[in-house]
Every structure is written in structure tokens, then in C-alpha cells.
Nanobody
């Protein structure tokens, strides 16, 4: 499974961006998908995740407290894409954002050790 992120860029505080995570496997909706970020000098942190669509947990989403109410994760109509809509961006959201897939899980979590496939990352910079 290969994951490719896109949609990053430079945005002013209060602005919005939508990140995309496209998978080479068209059954991506069977995977738990997570979004993580890593700012310079900081550890990678979980931002949001969405559970597998094939189980009881279908549609479940989780968010870090720092992004609740501002970020939304969802699956696109094409089964191989997951999006992260980011609104009201703040300078502290500046980081490289990664999507990741957990091929064994059903419900999702924000610990990076759960995920076994990773994309290369896309830079998000929030600055005036």
C-alpha cells in the first residue's frame, strides 16, 4: 500500500486548507486512516483518524484536543481517498502532515505505533 498526501501550502491565520491522502489500494476504506503532524523540534503527534468502513466502527472519527471543532476527517466518494479539512488555522498548526494506514485495526487511535504504512508528508505553514 502506498499513500500520497497533497494539499499543503502557505495560509494566513484563520484560513483553511484541505489535505488529501490517496492510496494505491482501492479498498482503502477497509483501512484505519490517521493524520499525524510533526513540527520542527517536536515529536510526531496524532491529529485525527477514521475507522475502517468494514466494521461496526464504520464512520467513527477521533481528534486531538488541539484541533477539535476546527478539523474534519472524512472519506471521499472514491474509496481510496481520505481528506482532512482544516479550518481556522493557527500558527501552531504549522508542521509536516502525514497520513498513515493501519492495516490490522478496525477502530482507530492516535498513537503512531498502530500504523504500518506512511506517506511522505505535505508541508502546512500558517503565517501572516
Amino acid at each position: 500500500l502506498q499513500l500520497v498526501e497533497s494539499g499543503g501550502g502557505l495560509v494566513q491565520p484563520g484560513g483553511s486548507l484541505r489535505l488529501s491522502c490517496a492510496a494505491s489500494d482501492f479498498t482503502e476504506d477497509y483501512y484505519v486512516i490517521g493524520w499525524f503532524r510533526q513540527a520542527p523540534g517536536k515529536e510526531r503527534e496524532g491529529v485525527s483518524c477514521i475507522s475502517s468502513s468494514s466494521t461496526y466502527y464504520y464512520g467513527s472519527t477521533y481528534y486531538a484536543d488541539s484541533v477539535k471543532g476546527r478539523f474534519t476527517i472524512y472519506r471521499g466518494r472514491a474509496k481510496n481517498t481520505v481528506y482532512l479539512q482544516m479550518n481556522n488555522l493557527k500558527p501552531e498548526d504549522t508542521a509536516v502532515y502525514y497520513c498513515a494506514a493501519d492495516s490490522q485495526g478496525v477502530d482507530c487511535g492516535l498513537s503512531s505505533i498502530l500504523y504500518d504504512y506512511w506517506g511522505q508528508g505535505t508541508q502546512v505553514t500558517v503565517s501572516s
